[in-house]
């Protein structure tokens, strides 16, 4: 098992994730912050709303309001900004002047329905406690400050008391997971066990048919979508509502790994193994319906219609994470990679301020028209971004993810160092110092000086989308074969190590199970996916084939701040102006075809994308 090694101690100092991080702290963080003063999220922790007065506060505001104090935190860390910081000590003094005085914190059921406090599980009252837990941790290891701690710290106590001591609650676990990961990490600040506890007693406490409520429900509703239908270590298939069930699994496999729980282990590979293999997309998007916000079976995979929440996509990394320190492995490694580069990164637009909720992997404006008018109640995504939702949870929780990326670079064990991700940087943990220079991912040259190894293992993970590379330690070939996805060289105590990977543009096949890819074939170039816009290509995308052997051009684009990829292609032959139906016509037009990444589409208007295209 591997230790991870965190943000703080990990520097993204240029290339690509260094522009990203920029983007987060100098434009992210405030526009969010700007988007929740003018819906009323900030204003609400006044406590002074009452009946009549606009923005009545929801049950989940104060989740999206400590993902963002949480996002602070970590920016702050390594970037002061009096201004920012000031905005968090305000939020703080305000909690600290309204907690009630046996602890509970919540603006909703404080200010709106206090006769309701933990009577209906799926009101998000535990979900809200896990977040603004998490960002009182964050908040103390940045600045030393504790009064927000102790301010949680007096609320998880008084979550022990009604639900372990007293049971008073209405239900015995949360219908939205989190706070079982948060108390896991109140744990570690505080070396206080009953918080450790807490979290096992949640996690035990699911799928025990008599606290219920929700009944047992279909495959996208009831306990299946609340992950409450088995015992968690009885669970084998990821169902239910996605980013529920992210968190679950993290803190399943944070149990496991403090406890060497092995029947949570166990539980955690089925359910990553299933989740991954059988219902994530190429993108490394999860929940394929807007139903619940779920997984649905395995194999299908809906391009149009994928929900794809980006908190999903982040709750999957923290859970591949946390899956690597348990079984390190590249192949989790690999996981992360196309979430960060794609999945994730499509959610944000180019100028940091807008955000995608969902993910699909095809935009057809002409079919959501359709959709438009045939349904009281359309179910597609948006073709644009917004600045902010009703449902805003995903904002606060990008600015947190890009803040905190460092987290995902390295893992150590008693005889190895793990590179994970690369990304220009540097780092200094366990006596060891490591520096990366490379322009990943527009090409597969890493650069790496390390000091201090005293005979470690240096562990490089080969990517499985990398088929030929070359090695050399000291200028000198290193005859090395990946083990379990990483190249491990012996290191006495320094070295210079370049790793080279070949990063050939790839055409990429899907399951023949997964029916809506039948014949097609995505183009990807290293870790990076790549989509057809109608604004590049024209109207219907579907008609177009990319002719398989044609020869292809890199063409840097400053404006993604990638490479686009320009190629040969071909459309039907055109039927008669003004024809719906014509005999068909043998032969194909022939077709310039630009492909961009994935990440960036959207960028400029509302138009068709595709991801999967036909090939002749």
Known sequence: ??????????????????????????????????????TG????????????KPNRPHVFWDSDVAKWMEAAAYILRKNPDPALQAQVEALIDRIEAHQAPDGYFNIYFQVVEPE???????????YCAGHLIEAAVAWADTTGDERFLNCMRRYADYIEKVFVCDKSAAFSSP???????ALVKLWLKTGEKRYLSLAEFFLNERGKAAQNSAGPGSWLDGSRNIQDHLPVREQEEAV????????????????ASITGDSAL????????????????????????TRVGEAFTIDYDLPNKTAYTETCAAIGLAFFTARMNELFPDGKYGDVIERILYNGFLSSTNLRGDAFFYENPLEIDLASFRAMDVTSSNPSHPIAERVRVFSCSCCPPNITRFVAELGDFLYTTDETTVYVNQYMDSTASFDGVTITQETNYPHDGRVAFKVNGMNGRTLALRLPGWCESFTLTAGGQPV???PEKGFLRIPVADSAEIVLTMEMPLVLVSANPAVHEDAGRVAVTRGPIVYCLEAVDNGENLRDIALTYGAPANLSFDPDIGA???????????????????APYRAGRVPVKLRFIPYYAFANRGACDMLVWVDIK
């Open 1 to 38: 098992m591997a230790g991870n090694i965190w943000f703080n101690v990990v520097d993204i100092t240029g290339g690509f994730w260094e522009k990203i991080q920029r983007r987060n702290r100098e434009v992210t963080i405030h526009s969010v912050y700007d988007r929740f003063a003018e």
């Open 41 to 52: 999220r900030i204003g609400a922790f006044d406590f002074d709303w009452t009946e009549g």
């Open 116 to 126: 309701k406090r933990f009577t209906d599980r799926n009101c998000h009252e535990l």
């Open 175 to 181: 219908g939205h997971e989190e706070i079982e990961l």
């Open 240 to 255: 239910g509502h996605a980013v529920r069930a992210m968190y679950l699994y993290c803190a399943m496999a944070d149990i």
């Open 265 to 288: 282990r166990d539980a955690c590979r089925k359910l990553w193994e299933n989740a991954v293999g059988r219902r994530m997309y190429i993108t490394g998007g999860i929940g394929q």
């Open 479 to 481: 005859p090395v074969q």
């Open 563 to 581: 490479y686009a990829v320009e190629t040969a292609g071909t459309r039907s032959a055109p039927v008669p102006e003004g024809a719906l139906y």
